[in-house]
């Protein structure tokens, strides 16, 4: 196979000219790139790259948020047989130090001015690292190229040798080095070839239903392997119009301009939007929260029924139809009025959660994979859907489950190893398998499912083994959690850090005359603790009693990426905030009895206590 992702993209440009590529917003409104431009723009970044003298195989990083000027200077790098070494732009300069670093970049396209100011004073750090290509602005440095700057003209000259190293490019290239995000330590560089991409690829597309008729907003990180296959590659494989959100904070209102067909995200956008209409039913009328709750109820009682083989009664069918699209109709408005169905991945999702959206006539596909992995291992389909799974092996895949429960796979879009890391790659691939560090289980019909991480496995000094993540979910789908971690290895019994929905446990606050002036006399508050306490306890009802949290700490603020805590695509860095909250988790461990115990923990990180206003709180960014 000599295919490369540029050769592919193009070649598809040709047979899509006529729809528009891109969207991008820009002074306000939202504006349309088609493939003429978008070829031409990314020929003009693949000129200037020669024009400094890029050889094959040479690292070159992007670092910018999604846009179109991402996707140009990654295939323009990959055109000219180089490798693109993604950079998350929110990402810490002693983070970006060592990946430049470490892959040895020679070349950075850099979106912000402020970073690039930053790096300018670092320049001692990253040796190798030459030119950086500004994307935005302009600073004054002799190392910064602004990009009108960096841009070529058509020239014939320059022109035959794009051509050329297009036409030299070879599947078993390598068209990446992607670094993992460091949840449980120093980020390492996954190498992925075209050929890896350009498999998953074409197994995904025969799973799902895209076309030019598509438009997918971006919004998770392209830096991250799972958008840059889905929600890049694929999209433009199959002619689908890309549409960029602004950032996090605008996908409400995006969604509702751009009016996107498919949404890729993971599973915590989908919580949120769970937990908000939930919370919008309790607080409805009497009689439209009982309509709502009926009407969930049928569509929930046809999906069992369908998911356990059966074949529902044909009155229970046609009930269930009209109220899916009295569900579907209202959430609708929201989404934009087109959605189709949602992708989700990176994390499990919760099965009420994927239950909810089914039933509502807008399905979750869940799938599964790694960095490693090109992504996708297992998705779920329109075809194919069992809720609490992550699907069935994409085509070209194979997976079993080692003796200790771990979660191999083997294919085509097994990466070649890690950047400069041999005894971490001959730990991972071995005899012709990938070990994911993921626990699942397969059943009877080739459907996995994930149990945890094998890292993340709590064993408690009972010997008891615990999957936290199962129980986060579990704590997560309650209105008033948004977030949670399970303590506990080596312990006596399960803990917890839970960070309160800070919307809702204000209106309750408020309504209930609690008095506080900001988060940490409200995470502290007695009342608070104690609801917090019966909502646990109703919310580990059936579990085992060495499964259930004993003890929990309320956090005054949620996990964020500024304190280094979680990861840019919202995974919990378990280390480093056990580590962090050391103390604290050690209190809770102090007292000899084993009754539900609480306590508010306040997080002050050099900043003062927020102080909490009369009017409406701050919504959060994914509601």
Not at 254 to 274: A, D, Q, W
Request: aromatic content about 8%.
């Amino acid at each position: 196979m000599r295919h490369t992702l540029p050769r592919m993209v193009l070649a598809r440009g040709a047979c899509y000219a006529s729809h528009p590529v891109f969207r991008e917003k820009t002074d306000g409104h939202y504006r349309d790139i088609g493939w003429h431009e978008f070829t031409e723009q990314l020929r003009a970044r693949a000129r200037g790259l020669l024009a400094m003298s890029v050889q094959p195989g040479e690292r070159i990083a992007v670092m910018a948020p999604n846009s179109p000027q991402w996707a140009w200077a990654d295939l323009a790098i990959q055109s000219c047989g180089g490798i693109t070494v993604p950079v998350y732009h929110t990402d810490a300069l002693a983070n970006t130090l060592y990946i430049l670093n470490d892959s040895g970049s020679r070349l950075l396209f850099l979106w912000s001015p402020a970073v690039a100011a930053e790096l300018v004073e670092r320049l001692d750090d990253v040796p190798e690292l030459k030119r950086i290509i500004l994307l935005n602005g302009h600073l004054d440095h002799p190392c910064v190229i602004s990009l009108t700057g960096f841009l070529r003209p058509p020239d014939p000259v320059i022109d035959r040798l794009v051509d050329e190293r297009l036409a030299a490019g070879r599947a078993d290239d390598l068209a990446s080095i992607v670094y993992t995000s460091g949840t449980t330590g120093t980020p390492k560089g996954a190498m992925l070839t075209h050929r890896n991409f350009l498999s998953n690829i074409r197994a995904c597309h025969t799973l799902f239903d895209i076309s030019p008729r598509d438009t997918c907003l971006s919004f998770l990180p392209l830096s991250h392997v799972f958008e840059r296959m889905a929600g890049y590659y694929m999209m433009l494989r199959q002619g689908a119009t890309i549409a960029y959100a602004e950032g996090i904070d605008s996908v409400p209102l995006n969604l509702k301009e751009v009016r996107p067909t498919i949404l890729i995200s993971v599973p915590r956008l989908y919580e949120k939007m769970y937990a908000r209409i939930m919370d919008r039913v309790v607080s409805s009328s009497w009689l439209k929260r009982k309509l709502f709750l009926a009407t969930l109820d049928l569509s929930r009682r046809r999906i069992a029924a369908t998911q356990a083989g059966r074949t529902p009664a044909p009155w229970l069918g046609w009930l269930a139809g009209v109220a899916q699209r009295l569900l579907f109709n209202k959430l609708q408005e929201h989404l934009g009025g087109r959605l189709r169905y949602f992708v989700s991945g990176g994390a499990p999702l919760a099965r009420d959660v994927a239950e909810f959206f089914l039933a509502a006539g807008l399905p979750i596909y869940e799938g599964y994979g790694l960095t490693e992995t090109s992504p996708v291992i297992t998705a779920n389909t329109s075809g194919a859907l069992r809720l609490g799974t992550v699907g069935r092996a994409i085509p070209g895949t194979r997976v079993r489950i080692a003796a200790d429960g771990e979660i191999l796979a083997a294919g085509p879009g097994i990466f070649r190893g890690y950047w400069h890391q041999p005894d971490e790659t001959a730990a991972v691939l071995a005899d012709g398998w990938f070990h994911t560090g993921d626990v699942g289980v397969l059943d009877g019909d080739g459907f996995l499912a994930i149990t945890d991480r094998k890292k993340d496995l709590i064993v408690t000094a009972g010997g008891e083994n615990i999957a936290p993540q199962a129980l986060e979910i579990r704590l997560k789908t309650d209105k008033f959690i948004a977030n949670a971690l399970i303590c506990g290895d080596r312990r006596p019994f399960l803990t917890a850090l839970l960070v309160p929905n800070f919307d809702n446990l204000i209106r309750y606050a408020r309504l209930k005359r609690i008095d506080f002036l900001t988060v940490c006399d409200l995470v502290n508050h007695p009342r608070v603790l104690e609801l917090l306490r019966r909502r646990v306890e109703h919310l580990q009802k059936g579990l085992p009693g060495f499964q259930q949290v004993k003890r929990f700490i309320l956090l005054s603020r949620d996990f964020s990426a500024e304190q280094g805590e979680i990861t840019p695509t919202l995974k919990l860095r378990r280390r480093l905030i056990l580590e962090k909250f050391d103390a604290a988790i050690d209190a809770m461990y102090l007292s000899g009895d084993h009754s539900i115990h609480d306590a508010g923990f306040c997080i002050v990180d050099n900043s003062p206590p927020e102080q909490v206003e009369t009017g409406q709180p701050a919504k959060n960014p994914l509601e």
